[in-house]
């Protein structure tokens, strides 16, 4: 159970969340969802509530195991097995590397006392792993990978030479395993999941909702996947970022949307109410106060007024959206991109090879595969922010390009909004940037705030900034619509219907691809392509 009591959140002066009272509890059967628009503070409460940060003022009290999916989880020692990783949920993968080096101890000591001794550690290391679900353990946990689209070969690699979807599946499945007993029920573990579903393919995600269904410990869950929420939430926080509170709503998610709109409409109906009576009376107190002796009537009347609108609860504003409009491109030859037999392997693992391609001046190109199949890779290769084992990368004339990462990683975390703003743009002058930031929904507070202190849409917004400032020409966009909630995700896909320049995408959004309207497809591992047909839908939701 988690408790927060007299909660404030703040990003640099700016309030996210004031939270008098105790309202914000989780209990066990608890499925809260998280809601508010971009911005709004929801991955910052979040990291509060996991314990991963501090809150401005308030205390939090937490009882019983916690397990915590950040949205860019960052893993600590790549050279994991993938295996490893989830079984270090419940710290299953180090007792088995002790009772395997036992093993081999066991085997050739020769001497009787060490010999007994070791095979005492080995009993007493094998009665732990029972207590903690044994082989059953090692058996659900591969469940729950094959489940979220983990094959079993992909278990056995380190971690490093998994994708970046594929990684963001293990840390999954390493949460989820550690809320089940090992013999496919569920514990009472808290579990706080920020956009579980990104990277997730249909098949997965209908799992994924299963799993939460039944889940018997308590859940927070922010997601913009409004299926998701709609079938495992039974209550709602919606963070107004107007007003910097929380509203609490025991209730499944469609009621609690019908509940907002009825809120709203009466919060309008009172306000314009108030209107109406608080003119009244500064019509009359104008009358008055030309008199002497009624003027201290006028000014009390003046009180009233003020005081009658003070009063009102405040009426939400309509959510600020961002304007993104991708850039003009920069004069370039017919095919400002080329590659030839593109290959890259992680130690004997082969993600691609002899990969060829010809991006064209203003051609639209979706990169399709299957999870691992090198996607994410390619399109770093592209961007000249990986090098490829075998093969070359020409540019043509004028060349130009802007690459959106899906990790973020063209961020610098440690740097300033600004400081992003500009690295990204150095030769754009500081009143074109500060508009450009105004745009896409960056108070001048927020510029001096360190970029891994936003949220993941945040971090997006700031990404496409420095895109749509780069005037390139060819667009390497890896999962842009990802942490979007659905305003900015609609200006995304608007702004790909528009733009002029030449776009290479990766997603597991079909909405990006039919915006996009490609002309063909690259299909890895092997590298081949295709005329785009509508058909390659369904194959964008199962990668």
């Known amino acids: 159970m988690i408790t927060a009591t007299d909660l404030e959140v703040r990003a640099g002066m700016r309030t996210l969340l004031a939270a008098p009272g105790s309202a914000l509890r989780v209990q066990s059967g608890d499925r809260i969802g998280l809601v508010g628009r971009n911005g709004a503070g929801k991955t910052t409460t979040m990291r509060i509530l996991a314990g991963e940060g501090e809150p401005y003022a308030g205390t939090l009290t937490r009882s019983g195991e916690v397990g915590y999916l950040p949205q860019d989880p960052r893993e600590g020692n790549l050279d994991l097995l993938a295996k490893d990783r989830v079984l270090s949920a419940r710290g299953l993968d180090t007792i088995l590397r002790k009772m395997e080096k036992l093993q081999v101890q066991m085997a050739e000591f020769t001497d009787d006392r060490e010999r007994d001794a070791a095979v005492r550690k080995y009993g007493n290391l094998e009665d732990r792993f029972s207590s903690l679900g044994g082989y059953a353990a090692e058996s659900e946990a591969a469940r729950i990978c094959s489940s979220l689209g983990l094959p079993d070969r992909v278990l056995e690699q380190p971690l490093r030479t998994l994708s970046g979807g594929q990684r963001r599946r293990v840390e999954l499945a390493r949460i989820l395993f550690s809320a089940s007993d090992g013999s496919g029920g569920k514990s009472g573990t808290t579990l706080l999941l920020d956009e579980p579903t990104n990277h997730l393919d249909a098949d997965s995600i209908t799992w994924l909702r299963g799993f939460l269904q039944s889940h018997e410990g308590g859940l927070i869950l922010i997601s913009h996947d409004v299926e998701l929420l709609e079938a495992v939430v039974n209550?709602?926080?919606?963070?107004?970022?107007?007003?910097?509170?929380?509203?609490?709503?025991?209730?499944?998610?469609?009621?609690?949307?019908?509940?907002?709109?009825?809120?709203?409409?009466?919060?309008?109906?009172?306000?314009?109410?108030?209107?109406?009576?608080?003119?009244?009376?500064?019509?009359?107190?104008?009358?008055?106060?030309?008199?002497?002796?009624?003027?201290?009537?006028?000014?009390?009347?003046?009180?009233?007024?003020?005081?009658?609108?003070?009063?009102?609860?405040?009426?939400?504003?309509?959510?600020?959206?961002?304007?993104?409009?991708?850039?003009?491109?920069?004069?370039?030859?017919?095919?400002?991109?080329?590659?030839?037999?593109?290959?890259?392997?992680?130690?004997?693992?082969?993600?691609?090879?002899?990969?060829?391609?010809?991006?064209?001046?203003?051609?639209?190109?979706?990169?399709?595969?299957?999870?691992?199949?090198?996607?994410?890779?390619?399109?770093?290769?592209?961007?000249?922010?990986?090098?490829?084992?075998?093969?070359?990368?020409?540019?043509?004339?004028?060349?130009?390009?802007?690459?959106?990462?899906?990790?973020?990683?063209?961020?610098?975390?440690?740097?300033?909004?600004?400081?992003?703003?500009?690295?990204?743009?150095?030769?754009?002058?500081?009143?074109?940037?500060?508009?450009?930031?105004?745009?896409?929904?960056?108070?001048?507070?927020?510029?001096?705030?360190?970029?891994?202190?936003?949220?993941?849409?945040?971090?997006?917004?700031?990404?496409?900034?420095g895109l749509v400032s780069s005037a390139a020409n060819v667009l390497l966009l890896d999962e842009p619509t990802n942490n979007l909630d659905p305003v900015s995700r609609e200006q995304v896909l608007d702004a790909l219907r528009t733009y002029e320049g030449a776009v290479v995408l990766v997603t597991h959004d079909p909405g990006a691809a039919e915006a996009l309207n490609p002309e063909r497809i690259i299909m890895l591992p092997d590298g081949a392509e295709d005329h785009w047909s509508e058909e390659y839908l369904e194959l964008i939701q199962l990668a």
Request: net charge positive; glycine share 8%.
């Open 235 to 465: 209550k709602v926080w919606f963070l107004d970022a107007v007003r910097g509170e929380a509203d609490v709503y025991n209730m499944g998610w469609k009621k609690y949307l019908d509940a907002r709109a009825t809120d709203e409409a009466r919060r309008r109906r009172e306000r314009t109410n108030a209107e109406k009576k608080a003119s009244a009376l500064r019509a009359q107190a104008d009358k008055l106060g030309a008199k002497a002796t009624k003027a201290a009537a006028a000014k009390n009347m003046l009180r009233r007024a003020d005081r009658m609108m003070s009063e009102l609860d405040a009426e939400r504003v309509s959510d600020k959206v961002a304007r993104i409009k991708f850039p003009q491109p920069a004069t370039c030859g017919k095919t400002p991109l080329t590659a030839q037999s593109l290959s890259k392997s992680y130690g004997s693992l082969e993600v691609f090879t002899g990969v060829d391609l010809a991006i064209d001046r203003g051609s639209r190109v979706v990169i399709l595969g299957l999870n691992g199949a090198g996607k994410t890779t390619m399109l770093r290769i592209l961007a000249g922010h990986e090098t490829p084992d075998t093969g070359q990368i020409d540019a043509g004339y004028g060349l130009k390009r802007g690459y959106f990462a899906q990790e973020h990683d063209t961020l610098n975390d440690a740097a300033s909004v600004w400081d992003n703003i500009r690295q990204a743009s150095p030769d754009a002058g500081e009143q074109e940037l500060r508009s450009l930031l105004g745009a896409f929904m960056f108070t001048v507070a927020q510029l001096e705030q360190p970029a891994g202190t936003l949220s993941g849409g945040e971090k997006t917004r700031l990404a496409l900034a």
